[in-house]
């Protein structure tokens, strides 16, 4: 098996900037890719933001923060990504849009590149249909924040073969220090699944006025252990991502147990979407913190 060294990364928002901090982090070489020279320039200042913080906490050193800085190297020619072994998409949820992205990168990666793509409710087999090697596309779907959750879900696609999945699940597990969970394609993957589930039950409850918001969250913490409620969840992973992942499921799958609840796209037509605006179930700080 191939080395990993250098990984291409294709996008440089929350979920870019969060993934080629880690595999900075951890010593690799990372081409995170953008469109724009201001989009670049944005999610590189993010990232030095994300490390100033750790810093603050005393988790980094500022010389930690430059090395791992150096090894980020900003791209606008996804042909510089023919140099990767692995190259992971990170773009929006929009098939169309990552189906344009692997077709890309199917013609420009060598058969022996490892393709994969963060999505966490979209096809792997469609994506896979867009490249002229299908049988080297796998899904790598990180969660946020990608630097604390030892877990990563690896997820097949009809023509995955062995060979990319053996060679994704090494990488996951030996390069990086994850726990690569093995999911065969189905709508949600099984994280996605079972927290937008909860999350919606969760919104229910709270418009039927069967407790407050801080009430549902602490019931779930306290007597689950959750880091954070069902309800703060929703506001840290967008309430427009959440919205998002319910109504492709409700589509796959035509269960009622998808259909989002009224609550929780009134908010997002709103622009209450929570701690990326500031305000969703919760008020949260420019930091991101809760108020």
Known sequence: MAAFKKIGV???????????????????????????????E??????????????????????????ILSRIHPILDLGRLSECELVIETISEDLDAKK??????????????????NTSTLSVTELAGA?????????????????NIDMVEIIRGLQT???????????VEEVISKKGILV?????????????????????TLSEGVASAEDIDSAMRLGYGFKYGPLEMC???GLDSVLAALERMFRDYGDLKYRPAVLLRKMVRAGQLGAKTGSGFFRYDEDGDKI
């Open 100 to 117: 344009a992205v692997f077709q890309t990168i199917g013609d420009i990666c060598g058969e022996d590149v490892v393709l994969a793509t």
């Open 42 to 67: 944005h999610g590189l200042k993010a990232i030095e933001m994300s490390l100033d913080k750790q810093i603050e906490k005393w988790a980094l050193t500022a010389s930690e923060k430059k090395v």
């Open 235 to 237: 506001d840290r992973f």
């Open 184 to 204: 065969y394609e189905t709508p949600g993957f099984v994280t996605t699944r079972l927290i937008c589930t909860l999350i919606n039950e969760a919104v229910h």
């Open 10 to 40: 294709i996008g440089a928002g929350t979920m870019g900037q969060a993934i080629a901090s880690m595999l900075s982090h951890k010593g690799l070489d990372v081409y995170i890719a953008e469109k724009t020279q201001s989009k670049m």
């Open 131 to 147: 490249t002229r090697y299908p049988k080297r596309v796998i899904g790598l779907h990180f969660i946020h924040p990608v630097s």
């Open 161 to 171: 073969t062995d060979e990319t999945f053996d060679r994704t699940k090494a990488f």
